[in-house]
């Protein structure tokens, strides 16, 4: 074993103990005028001292934090338990505005405040039939947010679609064994992207008491599944995938030409973020090797898979300008950490020109999930430019044991930030967020 349960209760991943509420937060720089709405973030953080030998990261009781600018000022942070029947702790999103925070695997979404309070357990309005997902992925050009769900009950997953008015649309089931964890989705233009990779629900692991109960499986064959948007279980197209695990996808797109002097592809290329695997040993937390960004293409013409490394650095919670989701995309943000990268920067990939560049936040300053938020939230402003906009997160300083909100212009990422907002208490590691922009 290489992490001891503590790694994730220990320096910037313990737990916080107070909810605080503060306003007209100090910043060095100068906020963007055009920024109006919520930078929202959550993460584990249980609400009582668990014990250390049984805790598992994925299971800390949910806490959401925010910051929220409007006319160049930080106007509050707060932070806040999220109060489910259920933990939930894994993202959080606005829709419709009203804003969710989510988990996978069966807990049910619960809608907080637009000041962070919980309101109360919900499946969107009784539309949702069972599990939800953390992640989501909107069609630009239909503004349906696309999912796919599990439990460790079911004989299936489900492509589970809501409308703009955060009401279930459709649920379709797609039959799979073994019970896999099925993280996150992707999808393109014509098809939902399904990962069906060796992580699965071990009844070894609950009647041992294990909290979380997947595990690393080898007799799962691993496999990739093409869905069409609007399509039925037996039109999914499934493709042999490499043994590894993917919590998260970068973005998806169609590659498609009937051009003879192109070969007359049709492709769907998908780039992820791919753990060597995950939940082998009885680690308390995901750490078993370097995640690494990988371009996986499927062939439609072949039926096969193929992979190429994009970035054989470490890093995790990859992000795009979410204007091309499920479109060509050039540009991904992530967080850097592990092999190849040092103090905890933010990565922003040129996937056209092949390059990478690295933003330092200096040392002891750690961030958290890099958010892309565009100058133009309107995937169809004509003036709408992939990559212009900013990089925002939240960052940890050890040496003040605080974080900022510190603000990147995207297209000068190495440059010094635009801005940096000071809050009073630290933000522990935790997962996803969103920026919520006013209505
Ligand atoms: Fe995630």
């Known amino acids: 074993m290489t992490t001891t349960t503590r790694t994730f209760l220990d320096g910037n991943f313990a737990p916080v103990t107070e909810e605080v509420t503060t306003v007209d937060l100090p910043v060095a720089g100068d906020l963007p005028a055009e920024l109006a709405g919520r930078l929202l973030r959550i993460g584990p953080n249980p609400m009582r001292p668990p014990d250390p030998d049984t805790y598992h990261w994925f299971i800390g009781d949910g806490m959401v934090h925010g910051v929220r600018l409007r006319d160049g000022r930080a106007e509050w942070y707060r932070n806040r338990w999220v109060r489910g029947d259920d933990v939930v702790n894994t993202h959080v999103i606005g829709v419709g505005g009203r804003t969710f925070a989510l988990v996978e695997a069966g807990g049910r979404p619960v809608e907080l405040t637009d000041e962070l309070d919980t309101i109360g357990s919900c499946r969107f309005d009784d539309t949702l039939d069972g599990s939800y997902s953390a992640h989501t992925h909107r069609d630009p050009a239909t503004g349906l ?147 690494v960004l990988e371009r996986w293409t499927l062939d439609l013409v072949t039926g096969t898979l193929s992979t190429e490394t994009l970035d054989d650095r470490g890093q995790e919670f990859p992000r795009i300008d979410e204007r091309r989701t499920g479109r060509p995309h050039r540009y991904g943000y992530g967080a850097g950490f592990g092999r190849g990268v040092e103090h905890g920067p933010a990565l922003k990939h040129d996937l056209a020109a092949g390059t990478s560049a690295v933003h330092d936040y200096g040392p002891g300053r750690v961030t958290l999930e890099p958010l892309f938020v565009p100058r133009s939230p309107d995937a169809a402003d004509p003036g709408a430019v992939e990559d212009d906009g900013w990089v925002m997160s939240y960052v940890y300083d050890a040496s003040t044991d605080r974080s900022d909100v510190v603000i990147l212009a995207a297209q000068d990422f190495t440059g010094d930030p635009v801005a940096t907002i000071h809050l009073p208490v630290r933000v522990p590691f935790g997962f996803h967020g969103s920026w919520v922009p006013d209505a």
């Open 145 to 291: 947010l696309h999912a796919v769900t599990y439990h460790w009950s079911w004989d299936h997953i489900r492509h589970v679609v809501l409308g703009p008015d955060a009401h279930v649309r459709r649920e379709v089931r797609i039959p799979v064994p073994d019970g896999p964890s099925v993280h996150d989705c992707a999808i393109t233009e014509r098809f939902v992207v399904l990962f069906d990779l060796p992580v699965t629900f071990s009844m070894d692991a609950v009647s041992g008491g294990a909290l979380f109960p997947y595990r690393w499986n080898p007799d799962h064959p691993p496999r990739v599944g093409l869905l069409p948007l609007d399509g039925d279980p037996d039109d999914v197209r499934w493709f042999e995938a490499p043994s590894c695990y993917v919590f998260h996808t970068l973005n998806a797109y169609d590659d498609v030409s009937d051009d003879v002097s192109e070969d007359g592809r049709d492709r769907v290329v998908v780039d992820v973020v791919r753990h060597p695997r995950m939940f082998a040993t009885v680690l308390n937390g995901p750490d078993e090797g370097d995640p």
